[in-house]
Nanobody
Framework: EVQLVESGGGLVQAGGSLRLSCAAS????????IGWFRQAPGKEREGISC????????YYRDSVKGRFTISSDNARNTVYLEMNSLKPEDTAVYYC??????????????????????WGKGTLVTVSS
C-alpha cells in the first residue's frame, strides 16, 4: 500500500518561502510519478507540479512556474516542493499524490483536473498579505 505523508506547511508572509516534503513508502512499481496538488477554500483541487521517476522530468502549472521547484531525494524516498515568492492566492491545503506503473500522468496533472491514484492527507499553507 502506498503511503504519502506531507509536512512543512505553515504561515508565511507574502514574498516568503516554504519547502514542503512528501515522504513516500510502499511504491512497488516503476515507473511512477509524484505530484503536488492544492485546494484553496471554495475551489477545486488542482495539480501544480509533478516529477517522473523514469527520467526525473518535472512539470509545472503556469500559475507556479518560475516560483516553485519540485525535486526528489530517492535515497530518502522524499519529494520536495520549494515555494518562493509566495502570494496570498497560494493559500491552500497542499497534497502530494502518486501514480505507479506508468509515467504518462504528469502532463495531465498540470494541465487538467486529473487525479492520481494515491494521496496524502495534506498540509496547510497560509500566505498572509
Amino acid at each position: 500500500e502506498v503511503q504519502l505523508v506531507e509536512s512543512g506547511g505553515g504561515l508565511v508572509q507574502a514574498g516568503g518561502s516554504l519547502r514542503l516534503s512528501c515522504a513516500a513508502s510502499g511504491i512497488a512499481f516503476e515507473p511512477y510519478s509524484i505530484g503536488w496538488f492544492r485546494q484553496a477554500p471554495g475551489k477545486e483541487r488542482e495539480g501544480i507540479s509533478c516529477i517522473r521517476s523514469s527520467d526525473g522530468a518535472t512539470y509545472y502549472r503556469d500559475s507556479v512556474k518560475g516560483r516553485f521547484t519540485i525535486s526528489s531525494d530517492n535515497a530518502r524516498n522524499t519529494v520536495y516542493l520549494e515555494m518562493n515568492s509566495l502570494k496570498p492566492e497560494d493559500t491552500a491545503v497542499y497534497y502530494c499524490a502518486a501514480d505507479q506503473g506508468y509515467s504518462s500522468s504528469c502532463g495531465w496533472v498540470v494541465t487538467t483536473h486529473y487525479e492520481m491514484d494515491s494521496w496524502g492527507k495534506g498540509t496547510l499553507v497560509t500566505v498572509s498579505s
